[in-house]
């Protein structure tokens, strides 16, 4: 209490005196407490005050929408009814009224147990209070203990009359120790005579050491004030808030005690008035601690208690208070509701394990005039918090007087759906800490709560006394009690610091809809997460206000990551965010997978809250227990539609599911229906599955079924789910949400959607073409609709590029347009009529119905007589039976007419008008009616041409009359073309042709009814050819008026070209407005600097940054710097020696040529390579250049030092040869211990120099101390490894790791052709990877630069921290996988494994030649037909597409063929070269052994000669792995063993190895010529000699040594198919991934002693060029990947091979299923 008056009075810490011992009634002297000086360490009101403010502020800028109206259901309309009593418990004994029987010594629950035991009384305590049933009058208001329910008689006393409590025992008592003694050894008394600590301020002990103290003022209560309840004496009487004077283990008997003297006390009273029973209210304190409020200002996540602890002593004290005879148990003074859900659940609990009903009641405290509690929350708010227990009675008390209190209990009494109190303070204390309200002032305050109906119960606090009791009693007397309200339609009442009922909230774009603000989940923001893998919950905070802000009623709060631990992590956040106004202002969704990590979060909040979610796929049984516990905790819930057989996907499942859940929940648990949210799954559509088609719809349907169905229920969904399909643009995402959301909301009742409000579009801002879009994907409208929506999600990120790039905006798909309404005239209402006749002719005779005279003989026509007169009969004829009768366009009427008797259709003829003359007009007219065809009548007359508005009326008004009433011309088939004049020509008479048109067009068709209006549209922008785009704006936005407000109906237009208005630019459409209708003086001025703009973005296009075409047969005639940026571009080193000289000349210094021409070209050729436009042949080639160049430069510059050293006086030998601070940064290469391959790695390093990189490659094999050192020396920037065979990754782990350990800040570049990016997340990144040095993957050459750039860049945070997140992801998907993924035990695989039947298919014969065989005489023109040169093309990163992907249709590919085949003529030519030179050469050394496998089946023994192998004395044995992962087919699971035959049968095994030897020397020559591209072609074309090598020898093989195939007719192509019998697996790779195999087989074969091929320590073949590998002859065998192995079979592999277990591990590491010690 104390520090609640603190805080209401806004005092600094300075001026707060110290809290006293009782809170209940606060106004004793101070005394000692441990109560939490949170007044000093945070106060959130004024923060709460300034945030409304700027919310507010905020909030008045936004757009507002109407308001919809909610879906309404049949439930929705029942009329409210009288309540008789408040909401009651959901328990029988509650919803019975069973009497508590007051036989207390039957509580047995072991808990209840074991607090007695420990219970200090001295005596054996009562615990029984039943009465006899006679002992009075069965009438109210009489009352009997174990015979009448109290909670009836509560009801009929407050609905009775107004019930009186009592007021201050701290008052009292400073009362009585101002007559009398009550000093230490008073409150020591007997018992506590030696306590260890002073005693004196601790009220509630005076139960135990005064008892006649504490009675005496219960009897005075009730006798002097009346009082029809009491409160306890134990108002700190827990075991945390005893700990100040460590009395812990005595809180049992001090509740016990302060209850037993109060029921004495009334006992006493009652029997001298039976008819004013009097009851015992267990008073329930707040502790001095607080739940929601963080002690220490530093650090806002800390607690000083926590919620079970809170339950746990509060728990306790109720036992005590029961026990001593209490009747009602009160919460009060609750400045926390935290603390207050604690006590209710212990409350709870309690009633749980006895079966009782005991009423409770709620009393919460406001600090000031906020209105809010000391945690910050409303008294609406607290009441939504604490509603769940079924109070029956809910109020306020203390911090204020009752003048202060009326608005608040006002609120309340507006709000509650129970009884309620207030029992406030005698005003304000004064200077001294007293109050100084008399008893006639305090019930004059007290006044306007009975005047205005709104208090069933009334006391005091603090200052409070038995004569302002008895005051206030008899002022309440001639007033009525509060009526409790109707009962009407329950409704979703959340609430975090401000209440929120949802089934009244509108979102911020008027849909009846809560908004959950998705973006603290670490699924919805990737920001989130990182802030949250960081540990930086205070800019996570910023999220959270942001969501709010923007919309957000509810925050989602999720922190399900497997990097994180996500109880922990859920707990903090929710303890900071309790602390921050601007987030707890709303109620909190704690969302998580797990639901231990919701019920973590959950006990930190003091609102109530949503927990997302439970469902009945955990069964049954664990589904009412997690409901039942979330039901105690007063949270609302979200249910899942997911039952035991999985996901609701459906829309009958969706209505089963949930309808099964609901029954379960409402009938079985009694959870309040209002307070489940169903989630009938939100799943994705535009999948282009059609299973996912209907995903949307049906989720509408169900939900209108469920709501039908579950009355009360809401419904919610992850609504970003449904668009994940078009991830990336959220234009579109936010559009499918938007119509979604509009159906959803509107049509079927959804209520709730976790959503990004700040992106949410509002259903009235679509763009109609987005919306029909939208409406035919969520409907499944159309069959396409999921490729339409693809399109258009293509053209959206194709404007965002465009955007980004500023180039302009790329072409709208036109999609299917939503017809626009036709302006409608008068004439287009006439209603049809009853036709009695076909149309007429335009003749009088057929208007007037004049029968044919059928006398033939009276037509005397010159025509018919002519006719008439050629006729051929021989008689004269009868003539009398008298009872018997496309457009084509032109300005020539003759050429129309010409086209129109070729036309079988009715078409339209352009033109006629009255320029002719009205005769010919006419003459002209009449013939076309004749034709039956329609007309184009220009607005032209005898005068010229129409170009106002009233000269295009007058001339089509005139032309009308004519050809209607003259020549009846049908005027439905008459077009007026009132002349489309240029607009924007800067003649000031022009301006107004665009806006008379479209105002003629309406008069015309006002006044000749039935006709068309047309144009020529392209006239209209005529003045802005040659840019489209601007032409086609000004098009779309005069047809929008023209056609829709005017009634324009056709037009000659290039449809293709055609704009929609939506699809038009908004700047450029505003400018078509002015210039249209002639708004703004200066509109052509802006539309042609917009065209200037359009015409620069389109020619900027076209450029795409390349390079400027030089005609190659000039390019020497220009000066030398262009000569020199041209040799750099196109890798011409011919004359790069004369032109850098030349350059030389001219230059002030050597150092400008190569900052000038040099790097300028290069940065070209950088900037190409990097758009795609050069490749990395060229690149090579250039740097060539730019090498011989730079070569040539530095003896200059060196003596240029050494002079200018000299002339300063220096010693030039103490010149510093390694300045290296021009470069834009350094790198460090290195290719790993026991790794000898380089190519790639010198590629990098290559195009790394050209960017201006300082490069220092330090070679092959490098130690990982050898790599630290280097680094560490040359002081780099950047640390590259690179690695070609497996082992190598395990050494690239071990470089990070040291890394690490020295502390080393570099960023680790990791590269080569046995790397990935997966590895480098799962396996290396871990060791190494901070935001300052990250771990990346570089993928090819052509990313190094990129990435190197990026991470010595000014965006190297954002950069890595996208980095970081990716890798994140990835070793969640890797481990997630290995979860998912099932692999066999090493047993079961063997018993799965390929069973050859040797019998049926014997083995292959016996070589010709067993033993090793020395392979040297082969040249290198034998193997060049085997050459496969797929892989050339691949090393130097050129790839073809489709159809042109390898070669050599690469050659013909439109992007990379040209360059293609330079490469490979160069490639062709220095092969020659090595050939003619012999500058490289072949060897090798084969190995054909007797083998069988061993009697296990896992591996191979081999043997040097048959009688060996009957001997049984093997020469080595090849140890092979198993496949093990989980197969969904019958296949077997492979070994290269079971290609043997077993023991028993004559099978052989072959091997070889070959090496290209000459490389290296070819390499160090071009090096030191400063020619990369040879150096790098050299490599290239070594690595394919000696694969066409192992081919040849592979060929060989199988044909003469072995001989297995001697028949074997297959040319090269077929060979580089694979086409022939038998497999060559090597060592190290998918079949057998053991690197350590290759010792074996050197072992054999003896390749080193032989062959001249060494292994490295991690087992590289050297030199680099070599190839080593099994050969199987058996037609079954074939390759495969072992893939990932368990431990088992690793166990047993070390086991065979006599291998130390860890060693094995580390060479298998890369295939293993599980993580090595």
């Known amino acids: 209490h104390a520090t609640i008056i603190i805080i209401s009075l806004s005092r600094t810490a300075s001026e707060i005196p110290p809290p006293l011992d009782e809170g209940k009634r606060l ?38 929408y109407p308001k919809q109206p909610r879906k309404q259901f049949a439930y929705d309309e029942v009329e409210p009814i009288p309540a008789v009593e408040p909401p009651l418990p959901t328990s029988d004994v509650a919803l019975n009224h069973v009497p508590n029987p007051y036989l207390n010594s039957k509580l047995t629950h072991e808990k209840i147990a074991a607090i007695r035991a420990k219970a200090t009384s001295l005596t054996k305590p009562k615990l029984d209070y039943a009465q006899e049933k006679g002992t009075y009058p069965e009438s109210f208001p009489h009352f009997v203990r174990g015979r009448d329910s109290l909670r009836e008689y509560i009801a009929s006393l407050f ?41 004196k301020g601790n009220n509630d002990q005076l139960s135990i050491t005064q008892p006649h103290i504490i009675s005496g003022i219960y009897k005075e209560y009730l006798e002097v004030g009346g009082s029809d309840l009491i409160g306890t004496n134990t108002f700190s009487s827990t075991t945390i808030a005893m700990a100040d004077y460590e009395m812990e283990d005595y809180v049992y008997e001090l509740n016990y005690e302060g209850a037993r003297l109060a029921r004495e006390a009334c006992d006493e009273v009652t029997a001298k008035d039976p008819s004013k029973p009097r009851f015992v209210v267990g008073a329930i304190g707040p502790t001095n601690r607080t739940g929601s409020i963080s002690p220490s200002v530093e650090d806002p996540a800390a607690r000083n208690v926590t919620f079970d602890e809170l339950v746990e002593a509060y728990f306790e004290q109720i036992v005590a ?10 919460v009060e003074t609750i400045f926390d509701t935290l603390n207050a859900k604690a006590a209710l659940y212990a409350v709870g609990e309690y009633l749980d394990f006895t079966g009782l009903d005991i009423p409770v009641f709620v009393s919460g405290t406001l600090v000031d005039q906020s209105g809010r509690t000391l945690s910050g929350q409303t008294g609406e708010a607290f009441y939504a918090s604490i509603r769940h227990s079924k109070p029956m009675c809910v109020g306020l008390n203390c911090a204020l007087g009752a003048k202060h209190m009326t608005p608040f209990v006002e609120k309340l009494a507006n709000c509650v759906e129970c009884f309620l109190h207030v029992y406030s303070n005698a005003g304000l204390p004064n200077a001294m800490g007293g109050y100084d309200e008399t008893p006639d002032d305090m019930a004059e305050q007290n006044k306007v709560f009975f005047e205005n109906g709104w208090l069933n119960m009334v006391g005091g606090c603090c200052g409070s006394t038995p004569p302002h009791i008895k005051a206030i009693r008899e002022m309440s007397e001639s007033y009525k009690p509060r009526k409790l309200p109707d009962i009407g339609r329950p409704k979703m009442w959340l609430s975090g610091l401000e209440d929120l009922i949802v089934d009244d909230v509108h979102n911020h774009l008027g849909l009846p809809f809560l908004n959950v603000g998705e973006r603290c989940n670490i699924s919805g923001s990737i920001r989130f997460k990182k802030l949250m893998m960081a540990g930086d919950y205070g800019t996570a905070m910023d999220i959270a206000k942001k969501q709010v802000e923007d919309g957000a009623h509810v925050i989602d709060i999720n922190v399900d990551d497997g990097m994180l631990d996500g109880i922990a992590a859920m707990q903090k956040f929710v303890k900071i965010a309790v602390t921050e106004p601007e987030v707890s202002k709303v109620p909190f969704m704690l969302d998580a997978s797990k639901f231990e990590i919701v019920m973590a979060g959950l006990k930190w909040c003091q609102g109530k809250c949503i927990v997302n979610s439970i469902s009945l796929k955990v069964g049954e049984e664990l589904f009412k227990e997690q409901a039942t516990l979330l039901k105690k905790h007063g949270c609302a819930v979200v249910v899942m539609a997911f039952d035991e057989e999985g996901q609701a996907a459906t829309e009958d499942e969706k209505v089963r599911i949930c309808k099964r859940s609901y029954d379960i929940l409402v009938n079985e648990v009694r959870f309040p229906p209002e307070d489940i949210i169903f989630d009938p799954n939100v799943l994705t559509i535009g999948t282009g599955m059609e299973e996912h088609a209907n995903y949307g719809v049906d989720f509408i349907k169900a939900t209108k079924t469920i709501k039908e169905q579950c009355p009360y229920v809401k419904i919610s969904g992850g609504i970003s789910n449904l668009s994940f399909g078009f991830r990336g643009v959220m234009k579109i995402r936010e559009s499918i949400h938007s119509v979604f959301l509009q159906h959803a909301i509107l049509e079927s009742g959804m209520d709730v959607g976790i959503v990004n409000a700040h ?17 035919n994907l969520v409907f499944n409208k159309t069959p396409d609709a999921t490729d339409d929506m693809l399109e258009r999600t293509s053209y959206e990120r194709a404007c965002i590029d465009a955007r980004k790039k500023g180039l302009p905006m790329p072409r709208k798909p036109r999609g299917n347009l939503p017809n626009l309404p036709r302006l409608q005239f008068d004439y287009d209402r006439v209603e049809p009529i009853l036709a009695a006749e076909p149309p007429l002719p335009t003749s009088e005779a057929a208007r007037n119905h004049v029968p044919n005279s059928y006398l033939n003989s009276k037509l005397t026509h010159e025509k018919i007589a002519a006719i008439r007169a050629k006729a051929t009969l021989l008689t004269k ?51 076309l009616k004749k034709h039956g065809c329609a007309v184009v009548v220009m607005a032209f007359d005898e005068e010229g041409q129409a170009a106002t508005e009233d000269e295009k009326v007058r001339i089509c008004k005139r032309s009308y009359d004519i050809l209607v009433n003259e020549v009846r011309f049908p005027p439905e088939d008459i077009i007026f073309d009132p002349n489309v004049l240029t607009i924007g020509t800067g003649m000031e008479e022009h301006a107004n042709y665009g806006v008379d048109f479209i105002k003629a067009t309406k008069t015309i068709k006002e006044q000749c009814p039935y006709v068309k209006i047309s144009g020529g549209i392209s006239n209209l922008s005529f003045g802005f050819r040659g840019v489209m785009k601007i032409r086609e704006s000004i098009h779309s936005v005069f047809l929008q008026h023209a056609i829709l407000e005017s009634g324009m109906d056709v037009g000659i237009v290039n449809a293709h070209e055609m704009l929609a208005l939506s699809e038009v630019e908004q700047d450029i459409r505003v400018a078509a407005e002015n210039l249209v209708f002639n708004k703004t003086p200066d509109a052509t001025d802006v539309m042609l600097e917009l065209s200037q703009r359009e015409r620069a973005r389109r020619e900027a296009l076209k450029k795409g940054g390349g390079a400027v075409e030089v005609k190659q047969t000039s390019w020497r005639d220009l000066d030398v710097i262009k000569r020199l940026e041209h040799s750099l571009i196109n890798g011409i080193s011919q004359y790069v020696v004369q032109d850098t000289e030349e350059a030389r000349q001219q230059a002030e210094k050597p150092l400008h040529i190569i900052e000038g021409p040099l790097m300028d070209g290069m940065n070209i050729i950088g900037d190409l390579f990097g758009a795609g436009k050069m490749f990395l042949p060229q690149v090579i080639k250039s740097a060539r250049v730019m090498k011989k160049a730079v070569a040539y430069l530095i003896p200059f510059m060196e003596q240029e030092k050494r002079d200018a050293l000299i002339a300063q006086g220096f010693d030039p030998e103490d010149f510093d040869e390694n300045d290296d601070s021009n470069f834009a940064g350094k790198v460090l290469m290195a290719t790993v211990k026991g790794d000898v391959h380089d190519i790639g790695k010198n590629i990098v390093a290559v195009v790394l120099g050209c960017n201006n990189y300082k490069v220092y490659d330090i070679g092959v094999m490098c130690s990982c101390e050898k790599i630290l050192e280097k680094a560490k020396e040359y002081n780099v920037d950047v640390i590259g490894l690179s690695g070609l065979i497996t082992p190598s990754l395990d050494e690239m782990v071990v470089v990070a790791k040291e890394m690490s350990k020295a502390g080393f800040t570099q ?16 396996k290396v990144s ?24 990026s991470l010595l860049g000014e965006n190297k945070v954002d950069y890595t921290t996208d980095i970081m997140e990716e890798y994140d992801e990835m070793r969640e998907d890797y481990y997630a996988g290995l979860e998912d993924r099932y692999f066999l035990t090493f047993d079961q695989a063997k018993e799965q494994k390929l069973a050859i039947d040797f019998d049926a298919i014997p083995p292959a014969p016996a070589p010709n030649k067993l033993g090793v065989t020395v392979i040297d005489d082969v040249m290198l023109e034998d193997v060049v037909p085997y050459i496969d040169w797929n892989p050339f093309f691949q090393t130097w990163e050129l790839r073809g597409r489709y159809p042109n992907r390898g070669y050599p249709k690469i050659f013909n590919d439109e992007a990379v063929g040209s360059e293609a085949k330079k490469l490979f003529d160069d490639a062709q030519n220095l092969m020659k070269e090595i050939i003619a030179n012999k500058s490289m050469h072949l060897r090798g050394v084969v190995g054909l052994f007797a083998a069988n496998r061993t009697d296990d089946g896992e591996d191979v023994l081999v043997y040097a000669s048959e009688e060996d192998r009957a001997a049984r004395k093997p020469l080595d044995k090849f140890c092979m792995l198993r496949q093990q992962a989980e197969k969904e087919s019958d296949d077997p699971y492979l070994s290269q063993s079971d290609f043997i035959a077993p023991t028993g049968y004559k099978d052989h095994l072959g091997m070889f190895a070959v090496s290209c030897f000459g490389c290296d020397t070819l390499v160090e020559k071009y090096m030191s010529e400063h020619d990369d591209y040879n150096k790098i072609m050299s490599q290239a074309l070594a690595d394919r000699f000696v694969e066409a090598f192992a081919e040849y020898l592979h060929r060989v093989i199988r044909t003469d040594m072995w001989g297995y195939a001697k028949d074997e007719s297959l040319d090269e192509e077929d060979l580089l198919k694979i086409k022939y019998v038998g497999i060559r697996p090597a060592p190290g790779y998918p079949s057998q991934p053991d690197h350590t195999e290759k010792s074996t087989m050197w072992n054999v074969i003896k390749a080193k002693e032989l062959a001249g091929i060494d292994l490295s320590e991690s087992l590289s073949m050297m030199p680099a060029a070599s190839v080593s590998a099994l050969v199987f002859a058996h037609p079954d065998s074939c390759y495969f990947a072992v893939g990932q192995v368990g431990k088992d079979q690793v166990q047993s592999y070390a086991g065979r091979k006599e291998m130390d277990l860890p060693l094995c591990e580390r060479w298998l590491s890369p295939i293993l299923n599980y993580e090595r010690d």
């Not at 959130?44 to 403010?53: A, D, G, K, S, V």
């Not at 579009?761 to 919306?771: N, R, V």
């Not at 960023?1307 to 799962?1322: D, E, F, R």
């Not at 993957?1337 to 990435?1347: E, F, I, K, P, W």
């Open 159 to 199: 609905t009775s009359r107004i019930a009186i409590y009592d007021g201050a025992m701290g008052t009292m008592i400073q009362n009585y120790a101002k007559r009398n003694r009550l000093e230490e050894e008073e409150y020591r008394g007997e018992r506590f005579v030696d306590w260890k600590c002073n005693m």
């Open 1307 to 1322: 960023p680790l570049l990791i590269g080569g052709a046995t790397t990935s990016k997966m590895h480098t997340a799962v």
């Open 321 to 330: 208070l029961m026990d001593g005879g209490a009747d009602i148990l009160m």
């Open 877 to 927: 004829p009868k003539l009398d039976y008298a009872q018997e009768k496309g457009m084509l366009d032109a300005s020539k009427f003759e050429i129309v007419m010409a086209g129109l008797k070729w036309c079988q259709g009715k078409c339209i003829v352009n033109s006629i008008s009255l320029k002719v003359g009205e005769e010919l007009f006419k003459e002209q007219a009449t013939l």
């Open 1326 to 1349: 871990p060791n190494y990877f901070t935001l300052e040095h990250p771990v990346i993957h570089v993928l090819d050459a052509s990313r190094s630069v990129t990435v190197v750039s």
């Open 759 to 775: 992106e949410m579009i509002a259903y009235s801002d679509l763009e109609e073409d987005m919306k029909l879009l939208c409406e």
């Open 27 to 64: 106004d004793a002297a101070p005394v000692k407490s441990s109560s939490p000086t949170v007044s000093a360490a945070y106060n959130p009101l004024r923060r709460i005050r300034i945030w409304t403010e700027e919310v507010m502020t905020t909030m008045n800028n936004k757009k507002e």
